[in-house]
């Protein structure tokens, strides 16, 4: 989520984003996909061992470009099924123009299918479903409009505001209200969790 990746590809089309503040006080997403898939995803950046982790919650397919030493260990033990850039660049993997590296490794889901499929990967089946209280539950809180998440610095504040025209919150960064490169769709968001 460095503002040299922003705006981001395919995270409109994303299941649940998790965003998490890595090293250097940058934020970092994992997208995970199951009802609606981009064309394209990208920046893909390398793995860090929480968000291995995350995903292997899932039984997702871990799909990144290189790796910290502890998400190497263990992605090469097996842990998860991966895709991993450093030994698909300009196959799997293309390089783009309109960014300079590291933000410029992409992915089409159709290129994920076919690393799947060479690789003998599982893509059928989905994760258990989470549980949620009745709507009617008697709940306690406060109903926020707006939230803004601090991370390490103004780039890196998450700020969500509700729209009651499409029930959902839209996301915003220091660059603005986020929205897809390739298409200018929203990133509209119905449930936040901090």
Do not use: C
Request: charged share 25%.
């Amino acid at each position: 989520n460095h503002p040299d990746a922003r705006p981001q590809s395919g995270l409109y089309k994303a299941d649940v984003i998790f965003e998490a503040l890595a090293e250097g006080g940058v934020t970092r997403f994992l997208a995970l996909y199951q009802s609606e898939k981009p064309e394209i995803v990208g920046p893909v950046r390398s793995a860090r061992e929480y968000f291995v982790q995350l995903a292997k919650g899932y039984d997702a397919l871990f799909v990144h470009h290189g790796w910290s030493p502890q998400a190497k260990k263990l992605i090469e033990a097996g842990y998860i099924d991966s895709l991993n850039g450093l030994f698909y660049d300009g196959t799997l993997f293309q390089r783009v123009s309109f960014r300079v590296a590291p933000h410029n490794s992409y992915i089409t889901f159709d290129n994920i299918i076919k690393g799947a499929e060479r690789n003998s990967f599982e893509l059928s089946g989905a994760p258990k479903s989470y549980v949620f209280l009745e709507e009617d539950a008697d709940l306690e809180g406060t109903d926020l409009a707006s939230v803004t998440i601090h991370y390490s610095n103004q780039d890196f504040s998450s700020h969500f505001e509700y729209d009651s025209e499409s029930e959902t919150y839209h996301r915003f960064s220091s660059e603005g209200l986020m929205a897809d490169y390739d298409t200018q769709e929203l990133v509209e968001v119905s449930n936040v969790f901090i």
